[in-house]
């Protein structure tokens, strides 16, 4: 599976967009990539995948640039309960291989 | 209904006891995975079945012994504990869908 890369922490001010950023420069054709996010100790929660077009849903957008060796998430109106720990993971798709989760990125929603 | 539930939900214990977590999800999936995170709050999985049959086993040592006696339940049982057994245990499956992992809520283990 493709590593990734995250900045280990970031901040956004409640209501704006949060843009979180993902690289995975050694990512292969079927290789998807997935975003999950963990809410203080909780079970890891899915937010959003993709291979390489744009895509959305009612929690996330993931924009995947057209090489496809790096990706965004963006939140587009960051609330105090985004609050999380944000993990970007690329992996083959139905495939018994393991999700890696890396170090993650830290998000900080402030008032 | 939860689709993946853990239980206990926290367990405190002294070194060199037996003990063991329980999963079951109702989503029909036919893959089940255990994952360890540390106080470091790293997620490493420790084992995948997949209809009861074993497909992953990560380095573990053999005191952590899963069990799946049918494809919606997956225990973990872990003999002579210690204390680095400490962290917090999470189940999780997934099936056909193209939506990843589903996580139970995890089960807190404290090694005393």
């Known amino acids: 599976d493709a590593k990734t890369t995250q900045p280990p922490s970031m901040d956004c001010a409640e209501g704006r967009a949060a843009n979180l950023p993902c690289n995975h420069s050694?990512?292969?054709?079927?290789?998807?990539v997935y975003w999950y996010r963990q809410i203080h100790s909780q079970g890891p929660q899915y937010i959003i995948h993709?291979?390489?077009n744009n895509e959305t849903n009612e929690m996330a957008s993931l924009i995947i640039t057209e090489d496809r060796k790096s990706s965004t998430l963006i939140l587009p109106h960051a609330t105090l309960r985004d609050t999380a720990v944000y993990y970007c993971?690329?992996?083959?798709?139905?495939?018994?291989?393991?999700?890696?989760f890396g170090s993650g990125t830290k998000l900080n929603v402030k008032p | 209904d939860t689709a993946v539930s853990q239980t206990p939900k926290y367990l405190v214990t002294q070194m060199g006891n037996d003990k063991s977590i329980k999963c079951e999800q109702n989503?029909?999936?036919?893959?089940m995975y255990w994952y360890k995170q540390d106080s470091k709050k790293f997620l490493k999985i420790m084992f995948s079945?997949?209809?009861?049959?074993?497909?992953i086993n990560e380095t573990v040592p053999n005191r952590f012994s899963p069990k799946s006696p049918d494809k919606a339940h997956l225990n973990l049982h872990i003999n002579s504990l210690e204390l680095g057994d400490s962290a917090v245990y999470f189940c999780?499956?997934?099936?056909?869908?193209?939506?990843?992992?589903?996580f139970g809520s995890g089960t807190r283990l404290t090694v005393v």
């Open positions: 999780a499956s997934s099936g056909d869908s193209n939506y990843g992992y589903t």
């Open positions: 050694t990512i292969s054709g079927n290789e998807y």
């Open positions: 993709g291979l390489k």
């Open positions: 993971i690329v992996r083959g798709l139905y495939n018994f291989n393991k999700f890696y």
């Open positions: 989503l029909g999936h036919d893959t």
């Open positions: 079945y997949n209809n009861k049959e074993l497909i």
